[in-house]
């Protein structure tokens, strides 16, 4: 899979080297030129780097990690994102004592009004970036969950399997209205993290358990608060 990077700081560098250690083809854009070729030699891999076009050209699928920057700013026109998977891995800024709001729209819904025609997907937002360094083991192990939301399910197959691909197990969360939820698992997970000071590793492993063999509390039965 040919996969450029747009905005290539902490998240879109280890995803970036994890997808590359993968064997994928992994493209550095950035503002510069210069900027992105400098982030493809300190990663190695036998990555490539340059502009961010460049990066959108070169990519089938591509790494969004520019908060709350409309495409337009950091692209010479969105037409060349035009049918592009587009992963969308980032969260709203964290207030004061973590008093979030409402999310009565996401980040990624956000981003696909301004990309039309290309295909949003959601996922990678659930996680600081050193959950990163323990890719493939001992995610595999722990079987640390990685949540996707998109309209496109043939987009969102994709992005599954590039998350399965470093050790994650992904989680179809369905419609890209959901990346709201998705975005507020994020803020209660960076509550954990910095406001319970859980720490940086925190994570969410969705566990589906096997059936109770016997009902000795009754099993599940209608119920009514009067």
Known sequence: MKIGILGSGNM?????????????EVFFGARTAEKGKAIAESAGN???????????????????????VNPAEVLTSVDILDDKIIIDCNNYDIPENFAYPPIEISLAEKLASEVPQARVVKAFNTMAQEVFELSPQPLKEHQVSVFVAGDDAEA??????????????????????FARQLEGIADFIRYLM???????YATISVQTLPEAQNQRLGGRQSSSLY
């Open 12 to 24: 879109g560098r280890s995803l970036g080297i994890l997808w590359a250690e993968q064997k994928h």
């Open 194 to 200: 910095f406001g319970q000071q859980l720490g940086s």
């Open 156 to 177: 969102r197959k994709t992005v599954m399997n590039l998350a399965k691909d470093i050790g994650f197990v992904p989680v179809d969360c369905g419609e890209l209205r």
């Open 46 to 68: 036998n990555t490539q780097g340059g502009t961010n076009d460049q990066a959108v050209a070169f990519g089938d699928v591509l790494l969004y990690t520019i908060r709350g």
